[in-house]
């Protein structure tokens, strides 16, 4: 069953999922770090690390949202990042942390769709997502078009929630997805939707072995998982 931000209305997933990022985009980087309490930030480290030894020159990252992963690549010293998202809302205030930051000349954002993306075979060397493929209308054809793009022996790095299996870590995580996190989301984005919309897809998301298996019968090489906290996020990685 496919998982909506706005069930009772008629738009696809991907033009719900579109607006819910347009609606919160004003907040959504407080609520993230406030959310997860910072730990989003080095969660993004770390999958940037493993990036290191392969010292990527072109990179793409999809669901970018407001460019934080992609700005935490530029510690890969790479020549060129590009940032694709869905959301009009996100892009705008990503491309002015860029600007900011005085970074345009390596990183740029441009709207655009991950199960049709904009570029030629073989064009990448590493491509990142950070909690956007759970959000893909498509996920097999999402994945399959990120894979088209990576060079030969290319590699991949998504950065997606995960539902941990251990008690009590399991019990308390629950409780804090489905009752703290929807409150404090819907009192500060004012978007009824969105934070409910987070467990849902969460839960609905076929995580760890189960998505390993979908990255290899899909042609990636060398698919790994590395739980982090217990299970609560997880950082997969193949090779094209």
Known sequence: MTVLPYKHQKETKKEQVATMFNNISKKYDFLNHFLSLG???LWRKKAIK?????QPKILLDVATGTGDFALEALTLNPEKIVGIDISEGML????EKIKNKGVENIVSLQLGDSE???FSDNFFDAYTVGFGVRNFENLEKGLS???RVLKP????IILEFSKPKILPVKMLYNFYFNFILPFIGKLVSKDNSAYTYLPESV??????????LILTRLGYKEAKVKPLMFGIASIYYAKK
């Open 203 to 212: 839960n609905a998301f076929p995580d760890g072995n189960d998505f390993l």
């Open 145 to 147: 078009e990120m894979l």
């Open 50 to 54: 493993l990036l290191k030894p392969h």
């Open 39 to 41: 730990i989003d930030v």
């Open 153 to 156: 022996q290319g590699n991949a």
């Open 116 to 118: 049709q993306l904009p």
């Open 92 to 95: 705008m205030i990503g491309k």
